[in-house]
């Protein structure tokens, strides 16, 4: 699978959760084919620690009808307990939800949405749109 990447440099407090090899492990195990980007990425607030966005076929963008996921750095106390959250939980979700994408009918490719994942005080949740 061939997508974007982008990876930010980070403060030597913060580390990603995520090892890249990993995320694209569940993906090509998934069968995920329409990833246009992924980005790990220092992020500026709040909890978010992952999240997909899908782009409507509708927008004339070169994202179009594609997946940009987004894995945010954590302080590096709280990776490993991020990671086990995000491998045993967070995955399988954003698979499943990647995957409905790939399928979904005309109405729902005709909009924007998205999947977002939060961790705080070692709890996963998740929000989609």
Not at 115 to 122: L, S
Request: aromatic share 10%; glycine share 4%; proline share 3%.
């Amino acid at each position: 699978m061939a997508y974007i990447f982008d990876k930010r440099k980070l403060p030597r407090d913060f580390s990603f959760p995520l090892n890249r090899s990993v995320l694209d492990a569940a993906l090509s195990e998934a069968q995920i084919a329409r990833v246009h980007s992924i980005y790990y990425w220092l992020r500026q607030s709040g909890d978010i620690v992952l999240r997909a966005d899908y782009c409507s076929e509708t927008r004339q963008a070169q994202a179009s009808g594609q997946v940009s996921i987004t894995l945010y750095a954590v302080p590096s106390k709280q990776r490993r307990e991020t990671q086990s959250a995000i491998i045993h939980q967070a995955l399988p979700q954003l698979c499943t939800w990647l995957q409905t994408a790939e399928r979904a009918g005309n109405v729902w490719r005709g909009s924007d949405h998205s999947i977002v994942f939060h961790f705080r005080n070692g709890l996963l949740s998740v929000t989609t749109s």
